[in-house]
């Protein structure tokens, strides 16, 4: 398939339409809401269910597989703040506070953007990596990290770094990832094969009805577009293509093949907006909210779900031919 033929695939799955729903009902106001808590528990499933499978996945391979994957995914998520720092002090001229916040969200990664991925590879029948969720825990802290000490660096910015990283490593993305791969791994195959009714037959269903509230929240942050200006656009669409790109090459080197290289490229390209506001909010609470939840919420999530994730295996396709 070439690059338009997977747009098409993907805006037609039932994943990326409940998103469009959602967007549409909250474009025209519509009274459409999920009721309370429900986004939690929705969000709660599916990373506990994406951090299971990778656990089982983990049972089968040895630290030697999976080492320069993940220093590969290490060194990637040490860059990308550094980057985004840099182009949002001399491009867009923001201030430290700020530009770190940014650099925050584009370093750390968005778990949904991940799961979105996997169901786009799965449809395809292409294969990656089953201890792909181990990529997601090991890049979502470094960038929020790096991110932070910059600031710190650079200015006498107020905030604590310390409740800042206590955020980051008891944050419900990295502890149901990183313990969902512990049960996981720790009971095996055996063990999973007594929750798989409950985590892998009902997840697209959860995966659909969470869509459906990304399109109301999305759409929302939109609204905060004409606030924001247009080096925050721009941001939030280039830096995922040239970030994705990155990652499809590091994908390469590290032996991830074209189902793996195009899930790290999705994670490189992808914006934080679980893990990366906590923290931001408690070490940099003088930073925009509008500059980072627009970007990475507003912008770059529609961005990868309907355009990004296809164009990124589309340039995979062309890396590995």
């Known amino acids: 398939m070439d690059a338009l033929e997977l747009v098409k695939l993907n805006l037609i799955s039932p994943m990326v339409l409940c998103f469009v729903l959602g967007a549409v009902a909250q474009f025209f106001h519509s009274d459409l809401k999920l009721p309370n808590g429900a986004y939690t528990a929705l969000s709660i499933y599916l990373l506990l269910a994406v951090g299971l499978k990778g656990g089982v996945a983990l049972?089968?391979?040895t630290l030697a597989q999976i080492a320069l994957p993940l220093i590969g995914t290490v060194l990637l998520g040490s860059l990308i703040p550094i980057v985004i720092f840099t182009a949002c002090r001399s491009i867009g001229k923001l201030d430290h506070p700020n530009a770190a916040a940014l650099a925050a969200h584009y370093g750390?990664?968005?778990a949904v953007t991940f799961i979105a991925c996997l169901t786009f590879l799965d449809t395809l029948k292409v294969e990656y990596p089953l201890f792909s969720p181990a990529l997601v825990a090991v890049m979502e802290i470094p960038g929020i990290v790096i991110a932070?000490?910059?600031v710190k660096k650079a200015s006498q910015a107020e905030g604590n770094l310390t409740e800042a990283l206590k955020e980051i490593v008891t944050g419900k993305s990295i502890l149901l990832l990183a313990g969902g791969m512990a049960i996981g791994a720790l009971t095996g195959h055996r063990g999973y094969e007594t929750v798989?009714?409950?985590f892998k037959h009902p997840f697209q269903g959860a995966l659909c009805i969470f869509?459906?509230?990304?399109g109301l929240?999305?759409?929302a942050r939109l609204a905060e577009v004409k606030k924001v200006g247009w080096f925050i656009v721009g941001l939030g669409i280039i830096a995922p293509v040239v970030l994705g790109i990155t990652g499809l090459f590091v994908g390469k080197i590290c032996g991830l093949g074209l189902g793996g290289s195009t899930?790290?490229?999705v994670l490189s390209a992808s914006a934080s907006y679980i893990a990366a506001p906590a923290a931001v909010r408690v070490a940099l609470p003088q930073a925009n909210p509008s500059f980072y939840l627009t970007a990475a919420v507003g912008i770059t999530f529609p961005f990868n779900l309907s355009i990004g994730i296809p164009l990124y295996y589309s340039l995979a396709q062309r890396i590995f031919t």
Do not use: N
Request: hydrophobic share 70%; glycine share 0%; no cysteine.
């Open 59 to 61: 049972s089968d391979v």
């Open 108 to 110: 750390s990664v968005s």
């Open 211 to 214: 869509m459906l509230d990304m």
């Open 263 to 265: 899930v790290l490229a």
């Open 196 to 198: 798989e009714p409950f």
């Open 148 to 150: 932070l000490l910059l």
């Open 217 to 219: 929240l999305a759409v």
